[in-house]
């Protein structure tokens, strides 16, 4: 009976040394994760926008408040240049000698089939005007800015803020142009009080892509 419990002891004491030996067997390697953040992107202007050669008047004998306006328009999708002058008035006109065209914008380096929103200016917060002239010269005013886009996932598709359907391609690059309507000036007697001269209009204005 002794010799078998000394035999136990012994397998017991066999098994707790391989145990030990088993546990001092490992190694630590000290290891690197990495990550880059590129959540900046390209948007360049590759045309500005362009309403073309215009004969044109605006309203400078009504107050302000009763001032009309001619309009033209150029539509982003490339389909012309329209006029539209006010009914029954001939204190605004405005008529198109040569046709006008839109902005044309590109967007690179964004993530692949990425969706983008674009901001456009406020109605009438952009002024055109000409070059040293004087204050009381008629100016021009922008409104209804809108989109097409032209290449991307969703080419040849007017552009939708609610769906935001400016969406890039397989390799982060998407086009698309910008149309707005030009207004004649509507201060009236309180602002404008000389007609157009002859010349080049300009005015700055932003547009804004994000995603």
Same mark, same amino acid.
């Given at each position: 009976?002794?010799? #078998?419990?000394?035999? %136990?002891?012994? !397998?017991?004491?066999?098994?707790?040394?391989?145990?030990?030996?088993?546990?001092?067997?490992?190694?630590?390697?000290?290891?690197?994760?990495? #990550?880059?953040?590129?959540?900046?992107?390209?948007?360049?202007?590759?045309?500005?926008?362009?309403?073309?050669?215009?004969?044109?008047?605006?309203?400078?004998?009504?107050?302000?408040? /009763?001032?009309?306006?001619?309009? #033209? /328009?150029?539509?982003? &999708?490339?389909?012309?240049?329209?006029?539209?002058?006010?009914?029954?008035?001939?204190?605004?006109?405005?008529?198109? !000698?040569?046709?006008?065209? $839109?902005?044309?914008?590109?967007?690179?380096?964004?993530? $692949?089939?990425?969706?983008? #929103?674009?901001?456009? $200016?406020? &109605?009438?917060?952009?002024?055109?005007?000409?070059?040293?002239?004087?204050?009381?010269?008629?100016?021009? /005013?922008? %409104?209804?800015?809108?989109?097409?886009?032209? %290449?991307?996932?969703?080419?040849?598709?007017?552009?939708?803020?609610?769906?935001?359907?400016?969406?890039?391609?397989?390799?982060?690059?998407?086009?698309?142009?910008?149309?707005?309507?030009?207004?004649? &000036?509507?201060?009236?007697?309180?602002?404008? !009080?000389?007609?157009?001269?002859?010349? &080049?209009?300009?005015?700055?204005?932003?547009?804004?892509?994000?995603?």
């Amino acid at each position: 009976m002794t010799n #078998v419990k000394t035999l %136990s002891k012994v !397998i017991a004491i066999a098994l707790l040394a391989a145990g030990a030996t088993q546990a001092t067997a490992k190694e630590t390697v000290n290891s690197t994760a990495t #990550v880059k953040v590129q959540n900046a992107f390209d948007l360049a202007e590759n045309t500005g926008l362009d309403f073309g050669t215009l004969r044109v008047t605006a309203d400078t004998g009504t107050a302000k408040a /009763t001032a009309v306006a001619a309009t #033209v /328009t150029v539509k982003s &999708d490339g389909s012309g240049t329209t006029a539209a002058n006010p009914s029954g008035s001939v204190l605004a006109s405005a008529q198109v !000698i040569a046709e006008g065209s $839109p902005a044309t914008y590109t967007v690179t380096k964004v993530a $692949p089939f990425s969706k983008m #929103v674009i901001t456009f $200016p406020a &109605d009438d917060s952009v002024i055109l005007s000409a070059a040293s002239a004087p204050n009381e010269t008629s100016k021009f /005013t922008l %409104s209804g800015f809108e989109a097409y886009v032209t %290449s991307g996932a969703n080419a040849n598709t007017a552009y939708d803020t609610g769906t935001s359907n400016l969406a890039a391609d397989v390799d982060g690059t998407v086009t698309f142009a910008v149309g707005a309507t030009l207004n004649t &000036d509507k201060r009236g007697t309180e602002g404008a !009080i000389t007609q157009y001269i002859d010349g &080049d209009y300009t005015g700055k204005y932003d547009i804004i892509v994000a995603y």
